[in-house]
């Protein structure tokens, strides 16, 4: 009898813990399961910003995808997904094609632009380890340019950061943690370098606690981050950025952190998507394709309490991959019942570098060390479900404190 395929696309929190489960729960032995990512690595996207600034190496963010999976059980291709044929159950990759009976879509985020002019062409993003670790050379590579030029070019030491979202707040918290040690390496003066942090909204992370927002932006401005509130960012363009007021800042360093929308492959493979997103059903799949689940960042679901999409989280990713496997192993085993999902959000923890972070657990609002050790204790967590305490002591933030 033939096996099912099944065929995940996406190494990230999602398609890695869909894959992980699936291999836990032994559903290699009724079907054929490929995973395919554009790397042999996955990285954990949610500490991004560390290696970007530069405070933590990128390798201590990523893993071998066979050191976590048995490629024996789960087949791996290391390929880049290019289009989805879900008329054809295909999936077509740069360097070949794969048919599928089951799919699952788990191919992450892009920066949204919101259709502003300049944006892709001069800023930088944070979304993947080759795009952090551009940004960490080049900011070493600023300062490292500073002193050799005749007549100083203040731009050159002006770092531009649109977006005081979580990514945008979690980023400037790592550089203004960086930017001293870096002017000691450099023989630099503090008051040399400007960090700008740029908030189209009335408030820096709008929506979250005021009290824990004011905390994270007194620390931040203590450590020399100047705040632009309530100022829409407009254009940027080589070397600058144009604000909405009419003010512009010129800077050599620029990074985009506005928010994301779903990989573009789903909406250009045909699936209907509000910024990238498909609206999925309870079960996860694609309303129409019962044979395509899609999760992580590429799917939207609706906290019918305030009926608003749920921010799109690493949080969130995991635990539609429990489901998701869940009813995978389900379909092959001939079931027709699926699990429906259901989230179960058990905070928000933002770090601010050093060991300075700001959270919201059930009620219960985290300030400073504590804060901190406990998104060490979130991102361990994440570790010890996919591979267990080994994965953990080899890759884990083990310094609580
Ligand atoms: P990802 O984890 O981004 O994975 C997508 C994968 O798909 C990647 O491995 C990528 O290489 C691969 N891929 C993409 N395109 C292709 C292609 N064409 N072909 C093949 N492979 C492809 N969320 C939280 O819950 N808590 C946090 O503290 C938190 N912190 C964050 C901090 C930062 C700096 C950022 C940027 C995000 C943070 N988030 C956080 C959000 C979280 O990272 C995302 O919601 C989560 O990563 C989504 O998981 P995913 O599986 O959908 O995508
Ligand atoms: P976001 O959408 O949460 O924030 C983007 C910010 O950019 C918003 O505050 C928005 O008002 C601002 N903005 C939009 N257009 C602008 C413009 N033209 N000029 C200036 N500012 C502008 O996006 P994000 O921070 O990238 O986060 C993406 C997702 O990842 C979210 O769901 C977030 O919750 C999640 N995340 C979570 C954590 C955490 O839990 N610690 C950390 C990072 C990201």
Avoid at 130 to 135: A, E, K
Avoid at 186 to 213: H, N, Q, T
Avoid at 351 to 371: P, Q, T
């Amino acid at each position: 009898e033939k096996k099912p395929k099944i065929v995940i696309l996406g190494a990230g929190y999602g398609g890695m813990m869909t894959a992980s489960r699936l291999q836990k729960s032994n559903a290699h032995r009724d079907a054929d399961i490929t995973l395919v990512n554009k790397h042999n690595y996955h990285y954990q996207t949610t500490w991004l910003h560390e290696p970007a600034a530069g405070t933590l190496h990128h390798d201590k963010t990523r893993m071998k995808i066979d050191s976590v999976i048995d490629t024996n059980k789960i087949q791996f291709i290391k390929d880049s997904v290019v289009e989805i044929k879900k008329d054809e159950k295909k999936v077509i990759l740069e360097k070949g094609e794969l048919d599928y009976d089951y799919l699952v879509i788990g191919l992450g985020s892009e920066p949204e632009t919101f259709g502003i002019p300049g944006v892709t062409e001069n800023a930088f993003s944070i979304r993947s380890v080759n795009s952090v670790r551009l940004i960490r050379e080049h900011i070493e590579y600023m300062f490292a340019s500073y002193n050799k030029q005749d007549e100083k070019h203040e731009d050159v030491l002006t770092f531009v950061v649109a977006g005081a979202g979580f990514t945008g707040i979690e980023f400037v918290g790592e550089l203004s943690e960086r930017i001293p040690e870096l002017c000691k390496e450099y023989d630099i003066a503090r008051e040399k370098v400007k960090v700008y942090s740029v908030e189209a909204a009335p408030s820096a992370l709008p929506g979250f606690d005021e009290e824990l927002v004011e905390y994270a932006m007194n620390l931040l401005e203590s450590r020399g981050v100047e705040f632009k509130i309530n100022t829409p960012i407009k254009e940027v363009q080589d070397g600058r950025v144009l604000l909405a007021d009419g003010e512009e800042i010129k800077a050599q360093t620029i990074v985009w952190t506005t928010g994301i929308r779903g990989s573009s492959i789903i909406e250009n493979s045909g699936f209907e998507t509000m910024r990238g997103r498909v609206k999925v059903d309870k079960d996860l799949r694609a309303p129409d394709h019962d044979d395509v689940f899609i999760i992580g960042d590429c799917a939207l679901i609706i906290n019918e309490e305030i009926n608003r999409p749920y921010p799109p989280t690493a949080q969130i990713a995991i635990q539609q991959a429990y489901t998701c496997s869940n009813n995978i192993k389900a379909l092959i085993e001939g079931k027709t019942e699926l699990e429906e999902f259901k989230p179960d959000i058990k905070g928000t923890v933002a770090s601010l570098g050093g060991k300075e972070a700001i959270g919201l657990v059930g009620d219960r609002k985290l300030y400073g060390n504590s804060a901190s050790a406990v998104k060490k204790l979130i991102d361990n967590r994440y570790l010890f479900l996919l591979g267990g305490m080994p994965l953990v002591l080899k890759k884990g933030k083990l310094n609580l404190f």
